[in-house]
């Protein structure tokens, strides 16, 4: 039908988190798969504040197998480190780790980083938390404009975040940092919570969308296709329709997928198959 092309459907790798980095390329190899957002997770990688692991390594073992890395995306909702942490410390030993991303990202050759807002916590106002978020990511967008990296942002489901959970708290958070690195990311899932539609997303975003986590939902569950209650055909004509060229990174995080994901991997894939 030639809705998408093969190489915008980006494997993730954060449902292999109990198989070797390895084992994740040699799957998506398997499954057809062309294209990696690289989740910056242990065991496939290793990033903190002050160091990150050798990315000329992690790109030839990408590379031999006839992938291409194009996002890259730290962990930044299970691990301590998150873009409106209070603590003086904690914020600046943030800002450290996700500077590390945005220059490990340029070392990959990897033009777009995931971001999202991080969140307050609730004995504390929304703004003072919102005020923190806006300082980190005007920051992180100037480190990753001398690196030539853009930050996509993100939004989250309501029992990760109360600060950027819909498509108007984005457009906020757009507005206020005013950076040219700062762009916007689609998140199927949290999108499908706020009962939002990708139609309402693009009518206010447009080319401003560079990245998407395009997974099935119902409408939690970062799911695989076909598992949810989304329709991909629908979704993907409202890509066509409007022109996105961008990368559907499949961020796969249900636990249930996570014993067998290479056989969910080829699953996924044949949905896709027949709009390649």
Request: net charge negative; hydrophobic share 35%.
């Amino acid at each position: 039908m030639g809705l998408i092309k093969r190489e915008q459907i980006a494997g993730m790798n954060i449902h292999y988190m109990n198989y070797s980095l390895e084992y994740f390329l040699n799957a998506q190899v398997r499954a057809g798969i062309k294209t990696i957002e690289f989740w910056t997770g242990v065991p496939h990688y290793y990033l903190d504040p002050t160091v990150y692991a050798d990315c000329k390594e992690l790109k030839k073992k990408i590379n031999d197998r006839e992938l291409e890395v194009k996002v890259f995306t730290p962990e930044n909702c299970n691990y301590q480190f998150q873009f409106a942490a209070s603590k003086p410390l904690i914020f600046e030993k943030s800002f450290e780790y996700f500077s590390n991303g945005i220059k490990a990202a340029a070392e990959l050759g990897c033009e777009i980083m995931q971001c999202n807002s991080g969140w307050g916590y609730l004995d504390e106002t929304r703004e003072e938390a919102w005020k923190r978020s806006v300082e980190m990511l005007s920051r992180l967008a100037d480190v990753a404009q001398k690196e030539g990296v853009t930050l996509a942002l993100e939004s989250l489901r309501p029992e990760e975040s109360n600060l950027v959970i819909r498509l108007e708290d984005v457009k906020r958070m757009i507005n206020e940092v005013n950076h040219s690195n700062l762009k916007v990311l689609i998140d199927t899932t949290a999108m499908g919570v706020a009962g939002e539609t990708l139609k309402q997303w693009f009518d206010v975003f447009g080319k401003e969308i560079i990245h998407m986590h395009f997974v099935d939902g119902n409408p939690y569950g970062h799911l695989i296709w076909g598992d949810g209650n989304h329709n991909l055909e629908e979704f993907l004509t409202v890509l066509k329709d409007n022109n996105y060229n961008g990368y559907l990174g499949q961020e796969i995080t249900d636990p249930k997928y996570f014993k067998d994901p290479m056989r969910h991997d080829m699953r996924n894939m044949k949905n896709f198959e027949k709009y390649i």
